[in-house]
């Protein structure tokens, strides 16, 4: 069958690749014109929260089904075009120091496993409240539902927390850089040239979403959200 052909060939994982982590990009781009509602202060966020974690909201659940479908793909693609890349080349080749590649590119393996952890500690700490902390995940607004913009502040506060995330957002910066602008090529969408603009466009996109999810914990840290 064709699809099987097509999951089976190099190119084809290479596409299913590009495709899920483009659709990941769409979501970073939502998930933080959300998060930045922090800053008009708790009503605004724990409204936004509230819908989301709504039992009837079945486009937030078409949304977390699709979002789930392409971090599973875009893992299990990543791990077998590695095993691949491997044994196809020899040892001596694979010691060779990378002589014209960007930081970026050197780290998307293991970045790409730091953001794996990040996403587990992210879905354990502030959508399961499985890790608490700062031991707020209980807290009350003055609606009775989940004080989320509690939770934030409180969470942030917490000095390894807050690092935690800074960190990983520098990592997931890197990967959407070097990520956004190869998805492209691989999609067939880029023109040779010396200063490619997807390039340029992938650099504006990984800053902006960098630059999105860090604001927060920086902003509680210095004070703006509390």
Same mark, same amino acid.
């Given at each position: 069958?064709?699809?099987?052909?097509?999951?089976?060939?190099?190119?084809?994982?290479?596409?299913?690749?590009?495709?899920?982590?483009?659709?990941?990009?769409?979501?970073?781009?939502?998930?933080?014109?959300?998060?930045?509602?922090?800053?008009?202060?708790?009503?605004?966020?724990?409204?936004?929260?509230?819908?989301?974690?709504?039992? /009837?909201?079945?486009?937030?659940?078409?949304?977390? %089904?699709? !979002? +789930?479908?392409?971090?599973? #793909? &875009?893992? @299990?693609?990543?791990?077998?075009?590695?095993?691949?890349?491997?044994?196809?080349?020899?040892?001596?080749?694979?010691?060779?120091?990378?002589?014209?590649?960007?930081? /970026?590119?050197?780290?998307?393996?293991?970045?790409? %496993?730091? !953001? +794996?952890?990040?996403?587990? #500690? &992210?879905? @354990?700490?502030?959508?399961?409240?499985?890790?608490?902390?700062?031991?707020?995940?209980?807290?009350?607004?003055?609606?009775?539902?989940?004080?989320?913009?509690?939770?934030?502040?409180?969470?942030?506060?917490?000095?390894? %927390?807050?690092?935690?995330?800074?960190?990983?957002?520098?990592? @997931?910066?890197?990967?959407?850089?070097?990520?956004?602008?190869?998805?492209?090529?691989?999609?067939?969408?880029?023109?040779?040239?010396?200063?490619?603009?997807?390039?340029?466009?992938?650099?504006?996109?990984?800053?902006?979403?960098?630059?999105?999810?860090?604001?927060?914990?920086?902003?509680?840290?210095?004070?703006?959200?509390?």
């Amino acid at each position: 069958m064709f699809l099987v052909s097509f999951y089976r060939s190099t190119v084809g994982k290479k596409i299913i690749m590009a495709v899920s982590g483009l659709i990941g990009v769409a979501y970073l781009v939502l998930h933080i014109a959300g998060n930045l509602k922090a800053f008009e202060g708790p009503e605004s966020l724990n409204s936004y929260a509230h819908f989301l974690h709504g039992p /009837a909201n079945e486009v937030t659940w078409t949304v977390r %089904v699709v !979002l +789930l479908a392409a971090v599973i #793909f &875009h893992v @299990l693609m990543a791990w077998q075009l590695t095993q691949r890349a491997n044994a196809a080349r020899p040892v001596a080749y694979r010691k060779r120091q990378p002589q014209v590649s960007t930081w /970026a590119s050197r780290t998307m393996r293991w970045g790409g %496993v730091l !953001l +794996l952890v990040f996403i587990v #500690f &992210h879905i @354990l700490h502030f959508t399961l409240g499985k890790l608490d902390p700062a031991g707020a995940f209980g807290l009350v607004d003055g609606s009775g539902g989940r004080d989320v913009y509690g939770n934030v502040v409180a969470s942030f506060h917490v000095w390894w %927390v807050a690092v935690f995330y800074l960190v990983a957002m520098v990592f @997931l910066g890197l990967h959407l850089y070097h990520g956004a602008w190869s998805s492209v090529r691989t999609l067939g969408y880029a023109k040779p040239s010396a200063n490619p603009l997807h390039r340029q466009i992938a650099r504006i996109v990984a800053v902006a979403i960098w630059l999105g999810f860090t604001l927060v914990p920086l902003g509680v840290i210095v004070g703006l959200i509390r």
